[in-house]
């Protein structure tokens, strides 16, 4: 059963599409905020495929998981609450933004590996630092964070909207 990462092309549209939308009915159902407005669109994850960005797991090769690198300064993270980042606002690092995995895999971690993968990748591509971000809410995302090593760094607001609040978080890779 191989289990492998790779960058996302744009055949994958589809199929990350419908992750995020399986994804966003899981929060739903969890009630979380997070992902219940028009976001992500189909928009936000071709623009990831086209930039390189966007990755995806596969399981025997069936597409289970999907996830952006990004490797830009967050405009998210410019300002930060309740904390700080460790090294500043202006520190280079990737971030790992709308990660989802098949809910029909649970139980089976492979959030976890794409995690580790993550990482990997983003140590390949030079970076020292990474940040991801979620909602207070999101108890399986805060749980695979925290089991990936990232630290707590304190509060953003997406798009400085006072009711769109995250927790952030830094993993140091040198």
Same mark, same amino acid.
């Given at each position: 059963?191989?289990?492998?990462? /790779?960058?996302?092309?744009?055949?994958?549209?589809?199929?990350?599409?419908?992750?995020?939308l399986q994804g966003k009915k899981l929060l739903a159902a969890d009630q979380i905020p997070q992902w219940q407005g028009d976001y992500p669109q189909k928009?936000? @994850?071709?623009?990831?495929?086209?930039?390189?960005?966007?990755?995806?797991?596969?399981?025997?090769?069936? @597409?289970?998981?999907?996830?952006?690198?990004?490797?830009?300064?967050?405009?998210?993270?410019?300002?930060? !609450?309740?904390?700080?980042?460790?090294?500043?606002?202006?520190?280079?690092?990737?971030?790992?933004?709308?990660?989802?995995?098949?809910?029909?895999?649970?139980?089976?971690?492979?959030?976890? !590996? !794409? !995690?580790?993968?993550?990482?990997?990748?983003?140590? /390949?591509?030079?970076?020292?630092?990474? /940040?991801?971000?979620?909602?207070?809410?999101?108890? /399986?995302?805060?749980?695979?964070?925290?089991?990936?090593?990232?630290?707590?760094?304190?509060?953003?607001?997406?798009?400085?909207?006072?009711?769109?609040?995250?927790l952030a978080y830094q993993l140091f890779l040198k």
């Open positions: 059963m191989p289990i492998f990462m /790779r960058l996302a092309q744009t055949k994958d549209l589809a199929a990350i599409y419908d992750l995020i928009a936000d @994850l071709l623009r990831d495929i086209t930039n390189k960005y966007a990755y995806v797991l596969l399981k025997d090769n069936q @597409l289970v998981g999907s996830a952006t690198l990004f490797q830009e300064p967050d405009p998210n993270y410019q300002q930060i !609450f309740a904390g700080n980042w460790q090294k500043g606002p202006a520190a280079k690092y990737a971030t790992i933004h709308r990660i989802t995995i098949d809910p029909h895999f649970s139980g089976q971690h492979l959030g976890d !590996f !794409f !995690f580790s993968n993550l990482v990997s990748e983003a140590y /390949r591509l030079g970076f020292c630092e990474m /940040r991801i971000d979620t909602h207070e809410k999101n108890q /399986r995302m805060r749980h695979l964070i925290a089991k990936a090593g990232f630290s707590y760094s304190g509060i953003v607001y997406l798009n400085q909207d006072p009711h769109d609040q995250r």
